[in-house]
């Protein structure tokens, strides 16, 4: 394994009892208040009253930004940026999921800088300082409760990227599992196998891992692909659901993929692509992608990891050419996706053509030509796996 540097100083508050404690962490960090939230689900689930309790209690007065869209865009953070100058706001809270969660981290640095939040994406500028942010989950998906990226979406350009720096972890990130019985079947479908990619996509590695890494990703994944239907079949499970949130929050805040030598993720930039041009959810395009781009990536040098998947993950017969373990591996996945989550299977029919896929890999491979993960993928390459999809 590589060296490493690993830290994370999200303070988690986990359970509902502990949720009690929002009103006072957030006072901690001044009286003026920015909440952000989505397209109305706080609102309908009662969610929004009861923050609103809490932060009245204790004497924070609150300004407030709704409306971010899933594959947040670029322009309300703009606004939500101006508001946060315009009213001296202290601290942002966060309430809802990854795309909230992403915005703020945007408008927390946007809110420090004169110049505008785009060009921390567009010319890769680290954040140096940010506004504290405090975020209430709503949704087990992304990890970004407990890491310190955000990906924000160019609607006027069709880029899709991260702004990424240590001043934008959450100071303190509330999970709260019962606020997520009300997400939808297919937004738990799709956060489900977002969890698993953020695993797998460094479980497919051609170096040497480690084992306690291995064992510990192996669990999670299987932590997703059992409690994953009986979030379906009972949204308001909750062992399913702290499950699920728990594993949501360590499958992304940088253990998984400490020092290990992972292959690095191949299915996110590819995926980022297809949610900047379409606005497609972000998990049900990995899981799209996923087993397109396990066959593609298939070859003598690679097999080895496919069997361990299979045999450890799926339980596939151990005592079969290691070429047939592959197959069956790919083909539990595919089931696992398309069957047990009943995510679509292919961009057919999300109404995707082949029309962009040309100028999405070139996105995807960046500025270094390629994308560097389990196998180096060129842009012809990710033109294949996108064609593979349809
Ligand atoms: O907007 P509202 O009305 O709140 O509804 C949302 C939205 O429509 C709904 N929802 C969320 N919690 C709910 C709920 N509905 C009812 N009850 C609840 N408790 O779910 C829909 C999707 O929400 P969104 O926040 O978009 O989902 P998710 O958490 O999957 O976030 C996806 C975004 O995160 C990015 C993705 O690219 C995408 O833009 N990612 C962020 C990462 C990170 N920061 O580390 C890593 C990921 O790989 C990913 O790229
Ligand atoms: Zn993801």
Known sequence: MSDFRWSNPVTVYFGPEQFKELGKVVASYGKRCLMTYGGGSVKRTGLYDKVMGYLKEEDV?????????PNPKISHIREAVAMCKENDIDVLLAVGGGSTID???????????????????????VPEKALPIVVVLTAAATGSEMNSGGV????????????????????ASFLNPELTYTVPRSQTAAGSFDIMCHIL???FTTKPPMDMLDEIQKVVIKTVIKYA??????????EARENLMWAS???????????????????????HQLSAYYDITHGVGLAILFPRWLRYCLNDETLFRYVTYGVDIWGVDPNQDPHDIA??????TEEFCFKTL???????????????????????????????GFIRLEPKDVVEIYKMCL
């Open 61 to 69: 007065t609150v300004f407030e930004k709704g409306g971010v869209e």
């Open 103 to 125: 915005a703020t981290k945007c408008i927390a640095a946007g809110a420090c800088v004169d110049f505008d939040p785009w060009e921390f994406i567009a010319k890769h500028i």
């Open 152 to 171: 924000i979406s160019n609607e006027f350009t069709n880029d899709k990227a991260s702004v990424r720096g240590p001043v934008l972890y959450p100071k």
């Open 201 to 203: 996509e460094g479980w």
């Open 229 to 238: 239907p009986v979030a379906l079949e009972k949204p308001d499970d909750l």
């Open 249 to 271: 929050s360590w499958a992304m805040n940088g253990f998984m993929s400490s020092g290990f030598g992972g292959g690095g993720p191949s299915n996110h930039p590819m995926e």
């Open 327 to 332: 197959e069956q591996a790919i083909e539990k």
């Open 342 to 372: 009943g995510i679509p299977s292919t961009l057919t029919e999300l109404g995707i053509n082949e029309e962009h896929f040309q100028e999405m890999a070139d996105k995807a491979c960046g500025p270094r030509g390629a994308i560097n």
